[in-house]
């Protein structure tokens, strides 16, 4: 018995993709990526218009971004069982930026 690492990956790949779970994880990957180019161009832009200097305003999109990324895999099904850790101090800006700038908004789709 001959055993192909080609065959078994196509097998599992052709698998996941049956199940609906490739099309899942491109999605995720999809909205995570538009989510974290929107979110980091825009508080960047922002910021710079509103005078801040070239790193802070690099910062604050960092904070931006990595709040959005925190809240996309925690709401996303597919990801509740993989755990995400993160400081707390990141975790009182993500829930001040959420709750004072209603920075979160949620498609339809």
């Known amino acids: 018995m001959n055993l192909n690492p080609l065959e078994a990956l196509a097998s599992l790949t052709l698998g996941l993709i049956k199940q609906g779970k490739f099309q899942a994880w491109c999605r995720i990957a999809a ?23 070239f790193l802070r305003a690099c910062a604050i999109a ?29 975790e009182r800006e993500r829930q001040r930026m959420l709750q ?6 949620k498609g339809e789709g």
Do not use: D, H, Q
């Not at 909205?31 to 200097?53: D, F, K, N, Q, R």
């Not at 004072?100 to 908004?105: A, K």
């Open 62 to 90: 960092a904070v931006a971004v990595s709040s959005i990324l925190i809240t996309a895999w925690t709401m996303n099904p597919a990801c509740r069982k993989i755990p995400l850790f993160w400081p707390g101090r990141l």
């Open 100 to 105: 004072e700038e209603n920075v979160v908004s």
């Open 31 to 53: 909205s995570m990526l538009m989510s974290a180019l929107v979110t980091g161009l825009g508080s960047w832009g922002i910021a710079i218009l509103s005078g801040e200097p």
